[in-house]
């Protein structure tokens, strides 16, 4: 299955115009045999949280993701694009939380436009497990992996949307099966770059636990726990719990549904995220 975060509610027609607009025009006429083999997914999604996010006044945030993701053996990449709007005093950054602006404001407003932009390049191994070596519990295989993203930095600076400078972070991911539940868990880091309007960002850590279960042939359940280190001195940890469910809505169409709650005062008090992937 071809690893993918992100959604929206545009036609997968109209989706394709808009990411293959972005490549160069003689891959479709002249180097179209790159793609055979290769399994394609397009997401389209929607994601909305609000909250104090450590700050007095609340922020409600809309994001709404498109992305391209390709898989070929154990390699993965994939290219996100997404729509933004911020309502708040203008201190919360999305997959930041508070940061401090070297701009002062003391009004509440409300910022939409173009989000950051995402690339990522990932690679997945799958060892099998041999049976004299660890009981069937454990099913008969693991995956160890590894991904790179680049954040370029495609949101406004001007209307609080983003950074306005590159950010690299790297992860390591494993998954094993635990009876009839797969556990998988991500650590990983995030090389964030200065910036001279949100003066405090810190480069920090982060790490992910979940289990998940497939209920019958065509859904599955799962529980998460996410942890991302601050990225502002000002501001504390973010903590929270997340339930989600799967459907196989059809072999090429899925629908996956995310309820999560915060569990400290720099998360959001709530989010929902809803994504429709398409396999192509």
């Known amino acids: 299955m071809v690893r993918t975060n992100t959604a929206s509610r545009l036609g997968p027609s109209a989706l394709l115009c808009v990411l293959l607009s972005a490549l160069p025009i003689g891959l479709a006429a002249q180097d179209a045999d790159l793609l055979r083999g290769v399994e394609q ?20 945030i809309t994001y709404l993701p498109v992305s391209w993701a390709l898989e070929k053996g154990g390699w993965s990449g994939q290219i996100s694009v997404a729509k933004l709007r911020v ?14 602006r070297a701009v002062a404001a003391d009004s509440v407003r409300r910022y939409s436009g173009t989000g950051d932009s995402l690339l990522e390049l990932g690679y997945t191994h799958t060892i099998g497990i041999e049976d004299s070596r660890l009981p069937r519990l454990f099913g008969e295989s693991f995956s160890l992996g590894a991904r790179v993203s680049l954040k370029i930095p495609t949101a406004s600076v001007e ?23 797969t556990v998988f868990a991500t650590a990983g ?27 019958t042939s065509k859904t599955s359940a799962g529980l998460i726990y996410d ?18 469910a799967g459907w196989e809505l059809t072999p090429a169409w899925s629908l996956t549904a995310l ?22």
């Open 259 to 280: 309820m999560s709650a915060g569990l400290t005062s720099a998360s959001a008090d709530r989010a929902l995220y809803l994504q429709l992937a398409h396999r192509l």
């Open 189 to 215: 880091y995030s090389n964030r770059g200065d910036s001279a309007v949100f003066a405090d960002i810190e480069s920090s850590g982060f790490a992910q636990v979940g289990i998940a279960r497939r209920m």
């Open 41 to 60: 997914q397009v997401a389209l999604g929607l994601y909305y949280a609000d909250g104090g996010f450590g700050a007095l006044d609340k922020t409600r």
């Open 227 to 244: 942890y991302r280190a601050t990225a502002s001195q000002f501001f504390g940890d973010v903590k929270e719990v997340s339930v989600y």
């Open 87 to 100: 309502e708040g005093p203008g201190n919360v950054l999305v997959n930041l939380g508070g940061v401090t």
């Open 159 to 181: 209307k609080n949307l983003g950074t306005g400078e590159r950010d690299v972070s790297f992860q390591l991911e494993s998954s094993f099966y635990l009876g009839e539940n």
